[in-house]
């Protein structure tokens, strides 16, 4: 068997990813599934660090008549708890993890600090980054991009609940949506592609960090993709 392309990654969870079947809250076998195959990426000698959403519990930009500020904070308090989830799961199965959060709350995670990060990753520690950026109004999909740039990660694996990779139109609603195996940084936002938003599709093209978009419905895919299996979408400069 080939071994991995990649020897820093960051995996960006959505939160509904998390939910399974269920579309909220959190499913555990769901969560064990996932665990394993990071698991398998560790004993591959990958460094692995995550970024979870907090959607299956709050979405704060769907909110009108709260104060927008204040859900997205409550949206951030759905990341930890997903982040907290996984790191009992993965520690069960003797993967040692950390959790960093970006708001402090030095009760039940560590706050996030570069450097510590690096040394939990070369130390062969999963990290896990909860609570996004700290602040309103930005997506977990930008943490992604700006912890992928911070820790000098090689790729971010944008795993995905529903979808296989990135089509021109959605696929649910247009039968003949034409799925793309590669894309440019500018194509999705020329396309208003909705796979990232703007500010993260930005940051990682300033920064030149690839992107694979694959479909975490086969939790598998985690481990080909980094394997070098032609999944999903693969957006880079070139």
């Given at each position: 068997?080939?071994?991995?392309?990649?020897?820093?990654?960051?995996l960006k969870l959505s939160g509904e990813a998390l939910s399974?079947?269920?579309?909220?809250?959190?499913?555990?076998?769901?969560?064990?599934?996932?665990?394993?195959?990071?698991?398998?990426?560790?004993?591959?000698?990958?460094?692995?660090a995550v970024v979870v959403g907090g959607g299956n519990f709050w979405r704060g930009r769907n909110t009108e008549?709260?104060?927008?500020?204040?859900?997205?904070y409550m949206g951030m308090l759905g990341t930890v708890i997903n982040a907290l989830a996984l790191q009992?799961?993965?520690e069960s199965i003797g993967v040692i993890t950390r959790v960093q959060t970006a708001i402090e709350m030095r009760q039940i995670a560590e706050p996030y600090i570069r450097r510590r990060a690096i040394r939990h990753l070369e130390k062969g520690r999963v990290v896990i980054f909860a609570a996004g950026s700290g602040n309103p109004y930005f997506s977990t999909d930008t943490t992604a991009a700006l912890r992928a740039a911070e820790i000098e990660a090689d790729v971010i694996l944008l795993a995905k609940k529903g979808v296989d990779g990135v089509y021109d139109s959605d696929p649910y609603v247009n039968s003949s949506a034409k799925k793309f195996t590669t894309l440019k940084y500018i194509d999705i936002l020329n396309m208003g592609l909705g796979i990232m938003d703007s500010?993260?599709?930005?940051?990682?093209?300033?920064?030149?960090i690839?992107?694979?978009?694959?479909g975490i419905d086969e939790p598998n895919n985690i481990v080909d993709v980094v394997l070098g299996k032609k999944i999903g979408t693969y957006v880079k400069e070139e």
């Open positions: 068997m080939a071994g991995p392309i990649f020897k820093r990654v960051v399974g079947d269920k579309g909220h809250g959190i499913d555990v076998n769901t969560i064990y599934k996932i665990s394993e195959q990071i698991k398998k990426l560790r004993m591959l000698n990958v460094e692995v008549k709260m104060d927008r500020t204040t859900s997205d009992d799961a993965l500010t993260a599709t930005s940051l990682c093209m300033d920064n030149k690839p992107i694979i978009v694959f």
